[in-house]
């Protein structure tokens, strides 16, 4: 069974940046046919797809956050982190983590769905 | 605001059936991008609920159902439980903007 976990500070300072780490367990990060996505949800609010990396390191990132954006993997440690730099308090939210499964569909696209997800972690950006 | 809308909350009595809509446009749902749902039971991380429109994996009951016309989308639960109260999201993917892949707004599902 995967699963995922997500760590890293809990309170960032306006103007910084938020980094979390996503550790994945009962499975590689290095198996094909997965990338890993990070998610995050506002207090109360919906979801928000913040962007994907996979095992050799291909990213793609939500055009409203790319400029602010960095996900990487570590491999050897069975990892994926996330970077969002010039936080305000608009990005107070629930960040998850999660297994983002790739197949061809009938109508002929790549699909992504998340199929394993963190618990989350809340992250406050305060003074 | 979502790119996909849903209903803000939709409620039933025990045993009936509930629909939730998941309204897209011709950039995500219309197009042919396949949809997927998810269910969020309060305090907890989202449940991959349906995949590729109208499948369940395992574990998930067949009371719940999708299915996908035009630029719309539909979760049906049936033989509703207490149990399935919690709010439910639609996930697609959207070709504008250099493409993106996009929540619905959420819809609260309440058991009388």
């Known amino acids: 069974q995967v699963q995922l976990q997500e760590s890293g500070p809990g309170l960032v300072k306006p103007s910084q940046t938020l980094s979390l780490t996503c550790t994945v367990s009962?499975?590689?990060?290095?198996?094909?046919?997965?990338?890993w996505s990070w998610i995050r949800q506002h207090p109360g609010k919906g979801l928000e797809w913040i962007g994907y990396i996979s095992h050799s390191g291909n990213t793609f990132y939500n055009p409203s956050l790319k400029s602010r954006v960095a996900i990487s993997v570590d491999t050897s440690q069975n990892q994926f982190s996330l970077t969002l730099s010039s936080v305000t308090a608009a990005d107070t939210a629930f960040y998850f983590c999660?297994?983002?499964?790739?197949?061809?569909?009938?109508?002929?696209?790549?699909?992504?769905?998340?199929?394993?997800w963190g618990q989350g972690a809340l992250v406050t950006v305060s003074s | 605001q979502s790119v996909l809308t849903q209903p803000p909350s939709v409620s039933g009595a025990p045993e009936q059936r509930v629909t939730i809509s998941c309204t897209g446009s011709?950039?995500?749902?219309?197009?042919?991008?396949?949809v997927h749902w998810y269910q969020q039971l309060p305090g907890t991380a989202p449940k991959l609920l349906i995949y590729?429109?109208?499948n369940r994996p395992s574990g998930v009951p067949d009371r719940f159902s999708g299915s996908q016309s035009g630029t719309s989308a539909s979760l049906a639960i049936s033989g509703l439980q207490a149990d399935d109260e919690a709010d439910y999201y639609c996930q697609s993917y959207d070709s504008s903007l250099s493409g993106f892949y996009v929540f619905g707004s959420g819809t609260k599902v309440t058991v009388l």
């Open positions: 011709n950039s995500n749902i219309g197009a042919g991008y396949d």
């Open positions: 009962g499975g590689s990060i290095s198996s094909g046919g997965h990338y």
């Open positions: 590729g429109n109208n």
């Open positions: 999660a297994r983002d499964l790739v197949y061809y569909d009938s109508s002929g696209f790549y699909s992504h769905y998340f199929d394993y």
